[in-house]
């Protein structure tokens, strides 16, 4: 009897390991966190984490950070600071489909909103040197750092107006339609293998960049990869400020700038035409895309001024998974949110 006792506790962890291993693993996914500093809320730093049980899991999350999607809209919720890595996995699982689409915009918004922040920081270093230059008083290292932004915006020498008609920031409702318009609501196969969340097309001969199945024989164009959504957000806002195809956009946004009149995003969508080779069909598409989901509110939707508060974070013991089965089975117990969970673990969409 003793000897099969030993024998039980000796292959016990064995067959435990056995079997976890044969569980199906759940999905994870993986976020950057702006934190507030302790002490100095206008302080921030990034913090990254892996949240578990993605959608759930995320859908979790923002709702502990108070991220509440209707009073974002109407005007009166804050936009926290978090930033998906890429398209949480089996997200085109979730039902019902307002559910999942209300998910796909709660996450890319903040992506959207901190590079538009990031341009208008820009914009304001740009208007406060070209006042300085008027004056006479540019410095040598502001008037270095204004060269170059017109390298980095591919215009010639130091033309402020040229300049701050491209440093300027996307409506937001034009790029969250475009984002689900591109990506099939956070469904195809580029965003889910490269973050292409706007299938911006390559002429690269990269190996790492995705050719369409669909390409026309003769054709080289690839569809470009990303390492973040952040960085397929990013790339798409400098399409749109550098790229010949949007100069009516870029210039029928600066009669915004000159009238005092906040970005009209349905109206901004006309200079869309070449984005698609469907030209004014996608345009057409775009502006329903605004209206159905009644989008143009989110125009004037801004970042919560602080990081999101330490103690906060601290409820998920550490960036672990500790901590978090109260939120997951909070969010499991929405209807109609329950998604087959796949047999492997991975981050990003399938």
Excluded at 68 to 90: K, S
Aim: glycine share 6%; with cysteine; charged share 25%.
């Amino acid at each position: 009897m003793r000897g099969f006792v030993l024998i039980a506790l000796t292959f016990a962890p064995l067959l435990v390991l056995a079997l976890l291993w044969l569980l199906p693993a759940q999905p994870s996914l993986a976020v950057t966190v702006e934190v507030a500093a302790d002490g100095a809320p206008e302080a921030r730093r990034s913090v990254r984490l892996l949240l578990p049980d993605a959608p759930r899991g995320l859908h979790a999350f923002l709702s502990a950070l108070s991220y509440d999607w209707q009073a974002v809209m109407a005007g009166r919720g804050a936009v926290p600071r978090v930033y998906v890595n890429a398209i949480p996995a089996e997200l085109d699982r979730l039902q019902p489909a307002s559910a999942r689409k209300r998910l796909f915009f709660r996450a890319v918004l903040p992506l959207v909103l901190r590079e538009n922040e990031r341009l208008a920081e820009l914009r304001q270093r740009l208007l406060r040197d070209r006042d300085e230059a008027r004056r006479g008083t540019l410095s040598a290292l502001e008037a270095d750092w204004v060269a170059d932004m017109a390298r980095d915006f591919d215009v010639d020498g130091r033309d402020f107006r040229a300049l701050l008609r491209r440093v300027d920031e996307v409506p937001t409702s034009l790029a969250l339609a475009q984002a689900a318009e591109e990506s099939g609501w956070g469904s195809s196969r580029f965003v889910c293998a490269g973050n292409a969340l706007f299938g911006q097309w390559s002429w690269n001969d990269s190996s790492l960049d995705m050719v369409p199945e669909e390409r026309e024989v003769g054709r080289s164009y690839r569809i470009r990869r990303f390492r973040t959504l952040r960085d397929a957000v990013q790339a798409y806002m400098r399409t749109l400020n550098t790229h010949w195809a949007y100069e009516d956009f870029r210039t029928h946004r600066e009669w915004f700038r000159t009238q005092g009149l906040p970005f009209d995003g349905r109206a901004l969508a006309e200079g869309m035409v070449w984005y698609s080779t469907r030209r004014d069909e996608y345009v057409v598409g775009l502006i329903r895309l605004i209206n159905e989901n009644r989008l143009r509110p989110l125009d004037q939707a801004r970042l919560a001024p602080q990081g999101v508060p330490r103690d906060v974070l601290d409820g998920f013991a550490g960036r672990s998974h500790e901590g978090f089965s109260g939120l997951l089975a909070q969010a499991r117990s929405i209807a109609g949110q329950t998604i087959a969970m796949p047999p492997t673990a991975r981050e990003g969409c399938s």
